[in-house]
């Protein structure tokens, strides 16, 4: 006892420091948490979670039979993967391109400054030059109906377009940024082995082939894996942004969802057991994803 | 070393695709920034605008002659001033304080860890925010986001990197923690400060959600919440609101632009600063272990 007292008064000072951040953490991040047992009762503001009558696992019950979320957990699982077909690759083409790129210093730094930018401008800029470019009266159409007498088409109101433009905007605004860590890891290569590769005759994409990606390898596997385990994030504020009533079949996703669900219509209980459901599978998901990741010899995330 | 001819042409190709893809990049930016100064009779005539000929300050007149808009601006401005500062100080000390072998560091490690691993749902969060009372006030878009769990741990990690005979030469001077912080390490890690500071910064600037859950009266509505409304849902009359704007209203295409180019600027302004230092906050996080 007299020890802990001690240790306690020898570190008032840093526990002074860990205070506001502690602080932090117990009401925005673990009050929200305990708040969530209103999944499990009839919650009413009026009454606060203290008096709302408990419900058990009812709201739960009725996210497997309802049909709409089917489609909002086939729509976040379909645009997810889309991504990790298409946008996952790009930053790993794009890396080994600029690292093919021979001497020029400045042409290679211009050329990473302009692919990084994008990363840094908010969702809302991102969509609002999408719609800009795309809407009846924009560039695209005008440029198709002058040149090839194409009637106005309906990139954001027609529902076949909303899943490849969240995949193209995604990969306009990040496929740069994500070069940084694969460059990096090209960074560890050494030149030795290009030259050896040279020396029995290999050609370019050989060299690619057989010293660039497996240097990446190793990288590729982590990352994937940790992709893998975020599955059911496609993040709010690009899909809330580019959604319209037309579209809303194809996009309404989970972060969506629950935000129609419990602000728009205050139905928090029922919104609140659709988010804890998601964040008990996501986080068993990232969890086994950083185990996997670590029997891949890596650190994992944490 | 020479070349071969097929490595040359290897070259060649790469060297264009990679311009093809640059200017992918950076013509919707062009293209925007064109409009912006262009007359709406050269906006419609041509196809792809990249340099106006005539260059017009109509749009700008306008916007910056809005309430709406102005407000937003200086709203964010102070937003991301104040945010940032508090960021910057929550997630230094505690990290700070994590990173010696205080009372407790364990479990606190493990409740920051969970946290990052299991964020809390977005309806608790807002129930939580509105029942602190903090609807419609600007400490809505600073006290939930105070601490980035995972900046907080590579914050740590940096700290941990600190050489302790720094700190215990300090204890030797009779120094507190406290002191050791704030006269030691804090100076030791100007080049983290800086890198987290613009990443906080630019999270707020660029913060759209958060103005739509918390801010309910446009008056305190952040740019991006403004952006939206004049952009994507094509609401021109948006910056109208409180404003009696009598002249003439040039084209609705052309304020959008301006709009969506005032807002980028800030960033733009920040940008080489980002770019030297976040190659050091990237790998920072890419050491955390």
């Known amino acids: ?302 | 070393m020479k070349e071969s001819a097929s490595g040359k042409t290897f070259q060649v190709v790469n060297a264009t695709l990679l311009t093809l893809i640059g200017a992918f990049m950076l013509f919707p930016f062009l293209y925007v920034f064109a409009v912006s100064f262009s007359s709406y009779k050269e906006f419609i005539q041509a196809d792809f605008l990249i340099w106006p000929k005539q260059w017009v300050f109509d749009a700008y007149d306008y916007i910056f002659k809005s309430d709406a808009f102005i407000r937003s601006i200086f709203f964010t401005i102070y937003v991301t001033i104040l945010g940032t500062i508090v960021n910057l100080l929550f997630t230094s000390s505690m990290g700070y304080a994590l990173s010696r072998p205080v009372v407790g560091r364990k479990p606190v490690l493990v409740l920051v860890l969970f946290a990052l691993l299991f964020p809390a749902g977005l309806i608790p969060t807002y129930i939580v925010v509105k029942e602190t009372g903090l609807i419609n006030s600007i400490w809505a878009l600073i006290l939930p986001v105070a601490i980035s769990p995972f900046n907080l741990i590579v914050m740590r990690q940096f700290f941990l990197s600190i050489p302790g005979e720094v700190v215990e030469s300090a204890v030797m001077d009779g120094a507190t923690d406290l002191g050791i912080f704030a006269r030691i390490v804090l100076p030791l890690s100007k080049p983290a400060l800086a890198a987290f500071g613009l990443f906080y910064a630019v999270g707020h600037w660029n913060n759209y959600f958060g103005g739509l859950l918390y801010m309910n009266s446009p008056e305190k509505w952040p740019v991006q919440v403004v952006l939206r409304q004049l952009v994507v849902v094509n609401e021109t009359n948006t910056l109208r609101v409180a404003t009696e704007m009598v002249e003439q209203m040039p084209p609705p295409e052309t304020i959008q632009m301006a709009a969506l180019l005032v807002a980028t600027v800030p960033i733009l302004i920040v940008y080489p600063f980002l770019q030297k230092h976040f190659a050091k906050g990237v790998m920072l996080g890419a050491v955390k272990g």
């Open chain 1, 1 to 302: 006892m007299q020890f802990w007292l001690k240790r306690l008064y020898r570190d008032r000072f840093l526990i002074l420091l860990m205070l506001p951040g502690l602080a932090y953490f117990l009401i925005y991040k673990y009050l929200p948490l305990v708040g969530s047992v209103i999944a499990f009762q009839d919650f009413s503001p009026f009454l606060g979670f203290l008096e709302s009558p408990w419900v058990g696992m009812k709201h739960f019950a009725v996210i497997f039979e309802d049909y709409e979320i089917v489609q909002v957990l086939w729509n976040t699982l379909n645009i997810s993967f889309l991504q990790i077909a298409f946008a996952f690759p790009a930053p790993i083409i794009l890396a080994i391109m600029l690292n093919e790129l021979r001497s020029n210093g400045w042409f290679k730094g211009i050329l990473q400054s302009i692919v990084y930018l994008p990363h840094f401008m908010s969702w809302v800029i991102v969509v609002g030059i999408c719609v800009i470019f795309l809407r009846g009266s924009g560039v695209i159409n005008s440029f198709l109906g002058t040149y090839f007498g194409i009637d106005p088409i309906p990139f954001l109101s027609d529902p076949a377009f909303f899943k490849p433009l969240i995949v193209l905007q995604v990969i306009w605004k990040e496929a740069g940024w994500g070069t940084v860590i694969f460059l990096a890891a090209l960074a560890g290569v050494d030149p030795q082995l290009y030259e050896a590769a040279v020396m029995d005759g290999a050609g370019r994409f050989r060299k690619i082939w057989h010293i660039t990606l497996p240097a990446l390898r190793s990288t590729i596997v982590i990352l994937l894996i940790l992709r893998l385990g975020t599955v059911l994030d496609t993040g709010f504020e690009q899909i809330f942004l580019m959604l319209n009533p037309f579209v809303m079949e194809q996009g309404n996703v989970l972060d969506t969802y629950v935000y129609f669900k419990g602000i728009v219509q205050s139905d928090y209980s029922f919104a609140t057991a659709v988010g804890l459901f998601k964040g008990v599978v996501g986080f068993g998901l990232v969890w086994g994803a950083n185990r996997l990741a670590k029997r891949f010899g890596q650190d994992g995330v944490y």
